[in-house]
């Protein structure tokens, strides 16, 4: 699988407004990366052309409004699977995060970042397609 960090649409999509594309970038999680490194790492994406303290990141949780990552502990549940997103993590590497950073607004300083949620298995589908029996209830 391809992570690298700039998008690479297919040529017959013609030419894209950079600002509606998505990036990816790998977040290693030991030792536990602070904001200012998550956010420089991020700005490597979008051609480094803003310091740490001139971008907003930003994540959510289903379909809440994005909430502005300002502590540690957003910072953690913003680039973790768990709960919200765990089901959807099929990476074998436990030691890094793939984010996708996607601008919010045209001057791309204001980011929200998920984690890279993989395509669900096989097993997962029919899990969820599975209609429960009316004894598994009662």
């Known amino acids: 699988m391809d992570l690298s960090s700039h998008p690479q649409p297919p040529p017959e999509y013609g030419e894209i407004d950079d600002t509606a594309l998505c990036r990816r970038v790998i977040i290693p999680l030991e030792p536990a990366p ?9 700005l490597r994406c979008f051609e480094d052309q803003y310091t740490p303290k001139q971008i907003t990141l930003f994540s959510r949780s289903y379909d809440d409004e994005p909430y502005k990552i300002t502590s540690k502990s957003a910072l953690e549940k913003a680039i973790s699977y768990d709960p919200d997103w765990n089901d959807l993590n099929e990476s074998d590497d436990a030691d890094r995060v793939v984010l996708t950073v996607s601008a919010m607004n045209c001057e791309e300083s204001h980011l929200l970042i998920l984690p890279v949620t993989w395509p669900a298995s096989k097993y997962q589908l029919l899990q ?7 004894d598994a209830l009662t």
Do not use: G, Y
């Not at 602070?34 to 991020?42: P, S």
């Not at 969820?128 to 009316?134: G, K, L, M, N, V």
């Open 34 to 42: 602070t904001l200012n490194q998550v956010k420089l790492a991020i």
């Open 128 to 134: 969820a397609s599975t209609i429960p029996s009316f």
